[in-house]
């Protein structure tokens, strides 16, 4: 039972890129961002009072709690610079940068917390790194002026360094507070980022211009994050981590496949390549 709750996790983060995608066609990206966290806040909580876990807030320390805000910071950031991202480029180029955070968590574990690096996460490393370079290269014979435009390249990697920063700081941050409080209250700090960013941009009065189709698909790219979420705790609970992680980072697959279906995007040889690549390496992260 425990790899169709895997499953599920990796199906609804895989579409969450898909449907923000169709959601952000005409409206701004950081609006989105705001809109969709206020689903994705309902979710953490519910799952705060589905597992009683809720009294567990009051006794959360001073410095874990600054830490949860500091990761919650990272979190609001990565995902605006994400939705940013996504908004101008191709999702097929996008997510694997985005999901080469792993990578860089790695290295700043290593840095900051001093934690090792096995041959096996050293090859990993590698294997993603090459895998995303492959995919995120121009198709030949694409125009010069497409080429030259990696506005969503920037966007997209730092998306990935507050990524990491997210884990780095949530590590620190969670070491005696349980997970769905944490991760409830990290929720809370994005919302209120991202509804700042929106006042402060001067753009508060068009929530109400947002496309109805388009207000739609916000709201169900956080219905499907908070899915996610809801169906990857439920593995943790029943499977065993070193089997249900893989699994769900399986979730790039989900991404490419609906793609290309909803957008048509194709995939070269090589970007086929790192793809595999990609997929590899990931799995290799965890051993």
């Not at 959601?23 to 705001?34: E, H």
């Not at 999702?91 to 096996?120: G, M, Q, R, W, Y």
């Not at 030259?148 to 070491?175: H, N, P, Q």
Request: with cysteine.
């Amino acid at each position: 039972m425990w790899l169709v709750y895997a499953a599920g996790s990796a199906f609804f983060a895989g579409v969450t890129s898909i449907l923000a995608k169709c959601g952000i066609r005409r409206t701004d990206s950081n609006l989105a961002t705001a809109v969709r966290t206020i689903v994705v806040l309902v979710f953490a909580w519910g799952m705060v009072f589905i597992t009683s876990s809720q009294g567990q807030v009051t006794q959360i320390s001073g410095r874990s709690l600054l830490f949860l805000i500091l990761s919650g910071l990272a979190t609001g950031a990565s995902w605006l610079c994400y939705f940013k991202a996504l908004q101008i480029g191709d999702v097929n180029k996008v997510v694997p940068v985005d999901k080469s955070s792993s990578v860089l968590t790695i290295l700043l574990a290593l840095i900051l917390l001093h934690e090792k690096v096995s041959f096996c996460k050293g090859i990993g490393i590698i294997g993603i790194g090459i895998g995303t370079y492959l995919m995120i290269q121009p198709r030949d014979g694409e125009p010069l002026e497409r080429k030259s435009g990696k506005s969503w390249f920037v966007f997209a990697a730092l998306s990935a360094l507050f990524a990491s920063l997210t884990s780095i700081l949530g590590k620190v941050g969670i070491e005696n507070v349980e997970s769905n409080p944490g991760t409830a209250i990290r929720t809370g700090v994005v919302l209120v980022m991202a509804w700042v960013v929106v006042f402060v941009t001067r753009k508060p009065g068009t929530a109400l211009a947002v496309p109805r189709g388009e207000l739609g698909f916000i709201c169900l790219s956080g219905v499907a994050t908070g899915a996610s979420w809801l169906c990857y705790y439920h593995a943790l609970q029943l499977g065993p981590a070193s089997l249900v992680a893989p699994v769900d980072k399986l979730s790039i697959l989900v991404t490419i496949l609906f793609s290309r279906i909803v957008f048509h995007e194709r995939l070269t040889r090589r970007a086929f390549l790192g793809l595999v690549l990609i997929t590899a390496g990931t799995l290799l992260l965890l051993f």
